[in-house]
């Protein structure tokens, strides 16, 4: 077999595995619902992504109208999962930082999203067809037919998002662990507020590979080892974001931040009721707690509700499960 047998072999593989991860998260979140537009809408962009990648392994390399076509489609399809990721970040960044002072949560923008992630890459990609840049890459398939211009098309876009997606999920972090420090004292270790660092992470987990693979080739010859965990790792994206944004599925995460940061805005002003501040310590506790987060109803506006355990009661629970958190619609809000 050779080489680049054993690397079509292997990008099949992983794009087989990949689809079947984003599918499975797909048909989990459409049997169970769920407010999560924007994860089916990433792990519909994966999908796309890998049944090009699985077609284009049929297209002969060449200067024919199908590679140019083939060469196209992945150009822009494999950005797309890319830019669903900036806008999960983005969606979540609003949420948090501005909808309590606006009144609209972050998916309130989803056309925007929708434009912004397909629309951005499919400019991409066109740019490259205008220049007759597409052709036989020597390669798994059909690409850029330059090495350098590989980076400028597909790799500095990639590393953009990751720098801007690194950098809105450490503010998020820091607003999380500075209120919760503020009213409740240290941040107490949680495997929901542990997995956001995973969300930016997925990217350069993927594609870094790749990335130090594609440099090799514009500056030399690279070890073959390079090349497979380069199409094993990128070709796996879709698996990867199943993972990660899968086992803390964005439905219990998302909408409920705007609800957090209303109790934020209560708690933020001087008051002389305690209630309020240990409704809001057990908030955010309760909302990135291992156990996952409370239920808490979407309502127009709340305002955050202590109830106390009862005189009644053994003991309390380790869990503290005897925390209620109520949100009661007051005036006018979302």
Avoid at 18 to 42: E, P
Wanted: proline fraction near 6%; include cysteine.
């Amino acid at each position: 077999m050779s080489e680049l047998d054993v690397l079509r072999t292997a990008s099949a593989i992983a794009a087989s595995i990949s689809f079947i991860g984003s599918a499975i998260i797909i048909f989990s979140y459409l049997k169970f619902g769920g407010n999560i537009r924007l994860l089916i809408c990433l792990s519909v962009a994966d999908i796309v992504s890998d049944v090009v990648s699985l077609v284009s392994l049929a297209i002969e390399s060449g200067e024919t109208t199908a590679c140019k076509a083939v060469a196209f489609l992945i150009t822009w399809v494999d950005l797309v999962p890319i830019f669903w990721s900036a806008s999960i970040s983005a969606s979540l960044f609003i949420t948090i930082f501005m909808s309590y002072k606006f009144g609209k949560k972050g998916d309130a923008y989803f056309r925007y999203y929708f434009v912004f992630s397909w629309g951005v890459p499919l400019i991409i990609g066109i740019i490259g067809l205008a220049k007759d840049e597409y052709g036989d890459a020597e390669s798994v398939h059909c690409w850029v037919k330059d090495d350098g211009l590989r980076l400028l098309y597909f790799y500095l876009p990639l590393w953009i998002v990751v720098l801007v997606n690194t950098v809105v999920y450490a503010l998020i972090i820091r607003e999380y662990k500075k209120v919760v420090v503020q009213h409740h004292g240290p941040v107490n270790s949680s495997s929901s507020l542990h997995r956001l660092h995973l969300y930016p992470a997925v990217l350069v987990f993927a594609w870094l590979p790749g990335t130090i693979n594609r440099i090799l080739q514009a500056t030399g010859d690279p070890p073959f080892a390079f090349s497979v965990l380069h199409v094993l790792f990128g070709r796996s994206l879709g698996l990867f974001n199943a993972i990660v944004y899968g086992t803390d599925p964005m439905q219990a995460l998302h909408p409920r931040l705007a609800s957090w940061m209303k109790c934020k805005r209560h708690v933020a002003e001087p008051s002389t009721e305690p209630t309020e501040m240990t409704a809001q310590q057990a908030s955010l506790e309760r909302e990135f707690s291992d156990d996952g987060p409370v239920a808490i109803p979407e309502t127009t506006d709340a305002t955050c509700s202590y109830s106390p355990p009862t005189a009644s009661a053994e003991k309390p629970p380790t869990d503290n499960s005897f925390i209620e958190v109520s949100l009661s619609p007051a005036a006018t809000g979302d």
